[in-house]
């Protein structure tokens, strides 16, 4: 019993003579780097040699969204994947909808959207990102073809306070061979504004405008407010509201994203 008694005190004054503040696995007295953060790999002096967060992440998102103006509603399933390198995001994005009026009904595929961009800051608290996608006809009619879309989006933060530009626009491959319907390359601007009202909930209102793809229509005008809540370190969601401006009506489109992050 009393050598059990020894051989704990020992062992109880071992550990309080080793020092290891921050805890990197390297005794203080030895440790020629003081204070490394836990996501640091070091060396036998404790200095970093390796950072043990990975650059690559991922996120899924699943959406619903309800449309309706004065002669038909459409519900749209989405699904998107994005991964992220450094700088680079990747995204793969497609939807399943279901229309009615009171005549008729259907429902199917979408477009499905493979998009990429390169985020960077020119200059203090200005972000830039450049992208470009392709859009492949997984909606199902005779004319749809393959598109190609490009993008510019900026955003100045100033406090809680962002202020957003973006430009885009798409090639569009549509073709009818019966020269019934003529389609027309696209250019869509898009200026607004946001507030950060915590670290995790962000809303935004934003005005957008694009060219109709087809010819002697109408640009379609829209205004949108977005709200953005980051949940937890994995989870978030997103909830959007647009009212749409047509050639002789209006759209109102409502419309919540839940994504996991990894």
């Not at 595929?109 to 859009?135: A, I, Q, R």
């Not at 430009?167 to 869509?188: A, V």
């Amino acid at each position: 019993m009393h050598k059990f008694i020894i051989y704990f005190l020992l062992f109880s004054s071992s550990l309080m003579a080793y020092i290891d503040s921050d805890m990197d696995g390297v005794e203080d007295k030895n440790d020629k780097c003081a204070n490394t953060p836990l996501t640091e790999l070091v060396d036998l002096s404790g200095c970093s040699i390796k950072n043990l967060i990975s650059p690559h992440h991922f996120d899924i998102l699943l959406g619903e969204s309800y449309s309706k103006d004065n002669i038909s509603t459409l519900n749209l399933s989405s699904l998107t994947l994005d991964y992220y390198y450094k700088a680079w995001s990747f995204q793969l994005s497609s939807s399943f909808y279901k229309s009615s009026s009171d005549t008729q009904s259907s429902r199917g595929m979408n477009d499905t959207y493979l998009n990429f961009s390169y985020l960077f800051t020119p200059f203090e608290n200005f972000y830039l990102s450049m992208g470009g996608g392709v859009v492949f006809p997984t909606y199902t009619t005779a004319d749809n073809k393959i598109d190609y879309t490009s993008s510019l989006y900026g955003k100045y933060k100033l406090d809680k306070f962002s202020f957003i530009i973006g430009l885009g626009y798409g090639k569009i491959g549509d073709n009818n061979k019966d020269n019934i319907i003529s389609y027309n390359n696209t250019l869509s601007y898009t200026i607004g504004s946001g507030y950060n009202w915590s670290s995790n909930l962000y809303s935004s209102l934003s005005y957008s405008n694009i060219n109709s793809i087809f010819k002697d229509s109408k640009d379609l005008e829209s205004v949108s407010l977005y709200t953005y809540y980051n949940i937890n370190n994995h989870w978030f969601s997103n909830i959007n509201y647009q009212y749409g401006f047509l050639s002789n009506d209006s759209r109102q489109t409502i419309g919540a994203n839940l994504g996991y992050f990894w």
